[in-house]
T-cell receptor, first 116, second 116 residues
Framework: NAGVMQNPRHLVRRRGQEARLRCSPM?????VYWYRQLPEEGLKFMVY????????ESGMPKERFSAEFPKEGPSILRIQQVVRGDSAAYFC??????????????FGQGTRLTVV | KQEVTQIPAALSVPEGENLVLNCSFT??????LQWFRQDPGKGLTSLLL?????REQTSGRLNASLDKSSGRSTLYIAASQPGDSATYLC???????????????FGQGTILTVHP
């Protein structure tokens, strides 16, 4: 049973380009969460999705950022017109359902985005 | 708004020492608290999860405790080894209207170095 898979592991984009980050949850998991870790900072929640639904996007910047989790395929975090401040590690986590108190969050290895 | 604080920010100890990492949170209405390990440039590995109804959890040389009333959790590492060197993160999952939503609030982490 493969873990949470993120790709690419490293992504370099020039200012103004688009970045697309992919996350395939663990088998059987239908809930996906995206977090961002800025240099020298902790992880911050961005968005929570279930299949075909955005449940909570309170941590995601209103402009340039979007996320989706289609019925088929991975979850995508999309950043349009990237700026240097978007450089960070982006982590995806998945869980099997609206988690009960004993349900762990399983994280992927992250995508490290560098904007040059 | 939940805030999670970890003390100390960094810790350096000789091999073999027992050590304690501290985590405090401002809102005691938590669903659970999870401790993670993050190696440089890597993802997060879940170490222990304590449900809100529990007082502690143990796994090998690790023991995590939870005191909701005081808003504190500790991670105890016995007989530390150089391989324990990593950043340790605690994260709380807060109750929200009776539904957890699954999102985690992270502390800034404690950078642990165990030298031979």
């Amino acid at each position: 049973n493969a873990g949470v898979m993120q790709n690419p592991r490293h992504l370099v984009r020039r200012r103004g380009q688009e970045a697309r980050l992919r996350c395939s949850p663990m088998k059987g998991h239908s809930h996906v969460y995206w977090y961002r870790q800025l240099p020298e900072e902790g992880l911050k929640f961005m968005v929570y999705l279930q299949k075909e639904n955005i449940i909570d996007e309170s941590g995601m910047p209103k402009e340039r950022f979007s996320a989706e989790f289609p019925k088929e395929g991975p979850s995508i975090l999309r950043i349009q017109q990237v700026v240097r401040g978007d450089s960070a590690a982006y982590f995806c986590a998945s869980s099997p359902r609206d988690p009960g108190p004993g349900t762990e969050a399983f994280f992927g290895q992250g995508t490290r985005l560098t904007v040059v | 708004k939940q805030e999670v604080t970890q003390i100390p920010a960094a810790l350096s100890v000789p091999e073999g020492e027992n050590l304690v990492l501290n985590c405090s949170f401002t809102d005691s209405a938590i669903y659970n608290l999870q401790w993670f390990r993050q190696d440089p440039g890597k993802g997060l590995t879940s170490l222990l999860l304590i449900q809100s109804s529990q007082r502690e959890q143990t796994s090998g040389r690790l023991n995590a405790s939870l005191d909701k009333s005081s808003g504190r959790s500790t991670l105890y590492i016995a007989a530390s080894q150089p391989g324990d060197s990593a950043t340790y993160l605690c994260a709380s999952k807060r109750l929200a209207g009776g539904t957890s939503y699954g999102k985690l609030t992270f502390g800034q982490g404690t950078i642990l170095t165990v030298h031979p």
